[in-house]
Each structure stands twice: as structure tokens, then as C-alpha cells.
Nanobody
Framework: QVQLVESGGGLVQAGGSLRLSCAASGRIFRTYTMGWLRQAPGKEREFVTAITWSGGSTYYADSVKGRFTISRGNDKNTVYLQMNSLKPEDTAVYYC???????????????WGQGTQVTVSS
């Protein structure tokens, strides 16, 4: 199976930035897609962004376009999420996820990380 470990969450003021990282290990295949989902208190799980194995295609929720950037490391087993111009509504637990198909949905992902808390104040 695939193991995912997120890091980089924390508390930030509105308008600030955070950079999340996710390291994947285990049974990694060249065909997989990595992405980020989030879930805020009292709200449904939401798709944030995804990137294909090659890094050639990226996908973003409308709510984060222009503010968030997803990228993969050279080894393809690490994914990053640069979050700029953060808003209070970005507050959520962010989950690194893996799928063996391409998806822009909050469901259908095969593996999940433990989640990292992002809190945007004010």
C-alpha cells in the first residue's frame, strides 16, 4: 500500500502564506495522481487540487485558483501545495491523497494521509 505523510500546516493570519508537503512511500506507481482535499468543521469534504504523475496536468477548485499552486518533486513521490493570500474560509484539515486515476472529485481517492490542520485567523 501507499503511505502518505503531510507536513507544513499551522496557524496563519489572513493574507499570509503556507506551504504544505506530502511524502509518499510504499507501493508507488508511475501512473498515480496526487492531490489535496480539505474538510472544514461542519462542512463536506472538498476537492482542492490534483497533479498527474508527470506533472503535466494540474487541476484546481475554483475557490483556490490563482492563490494555490500544486507541484511535484523530481522523484515524483513528493507533492507540495503553496498557499498564498489565505482566507479564513481556507481553514480546514488538509489531506494528501493518491489515486490511480485522474479525478477532481472529493471522493474516489485510493489512499489518504493523516491530515494537517490549516487555520487562518481573522
Amino acid at each position: 500500500q501507499v503511505q502518505l505523510v503531510e507536513s507544513g500546516g499551522g496557524l496563519v493570519q489572513a493574507g499570509g502564506s503556507l506551504r504544505l508537503s506530502c511524502a509518499a512511500s510504499g507501493r508507488i506507481f508511475r501512473t498515480y495522481t496526487m492531490g489535496w482535499l480539505r474538510q472544514a468543521p461542519g462542512k463536506e469534504r472538498e476537492f482542492v487540487t490534483a497533479i498527474t504523475w508527470s506533472g503535466g496536468s494540474t487541476y484546481y477548485a475554483d475557490s483556490v485558483k490563482g492563490r494555490f499552486t500544486i507541484s511535484r518533486g523530481n522523484d515524483k513521490n513528493t507533492v507540495y501545495l503553496q498557499m498564498n493570500s489565505l482566507k479564513p474560509e481556507d481553514t480546514a484539515v488538509y489531506y494528501c491523497v493518491v489515486s490511480f486515476t485522474i479525478t477532481v472529485e472529493p471522493t474516489g481517492w485510493d489512499y489518504w494521509g493523516q491530515g494537517t490542520q490549516v487555520t487562518v485567523s481573522s
